[in-house]
Each structure stands twice: as C-alpha cells, then as structure tokens.
C-alpha cells in the first residue's frame, strides 16, 4: 500500500507542475493565492497532504479536484 501512495504522490506533483506551468504560474505565486508559504506548497504538492488540502491546491489552480488527482491517460 506505501508504494501506491508514493506513486499517487508522484502523479500528484506531476499534475500540479504541469498545470501550474499550463497556467504560466509557479509554486510562490500559487502558494500566495493560497496563503500558505511555498515550503508547506512543497511538503503538500509531494505527497505530504490531505484531500482537503489536494482539493484546496485544486481550486487554487482552477481545475476540478477529479482532474489533479485522475490518472491523464483515462
């Protein structure tokens, strides 16, 4: 189970660089939107995060949660 939750948290940093980037935004400027500084952005966007805090990144960045966390290739 470690192992799926480390490959979620990859997929997670993945998605959330490619829409940042998308976006034309970095990690500082999505954590000011979300109030929070860029290391706990960091510790969150590596796997370090709740549902809660994925669907706050989520809304941040504009996207749908299902669309941050869903594999791309489905």
Avoid: C, W
Wanted: no cysteine; hydrophobic share 40%; glycine share 6%.
């Amino acid at each position: 189970m470690h192992r799926q939750t480390q490959i979620f948290g990859i997929m997670v940093n993945l998605r959330v660089k490619e829409f940042l980037s998308e976006n034309g935004i970095t990690q500082r400027d999505l954590a000011e939107r979300m109030g929070i500084s860029p290391s706990v952005l960091s510790k969150r966007i590596n796997g370090d995060s709740s549902l809660r805090e994925l669907s706050e990144i989520a809304d941040a960045l504009g996207v749908p949660y299902v669309k941050l966390v869903a594999d791309p290739a489905e």
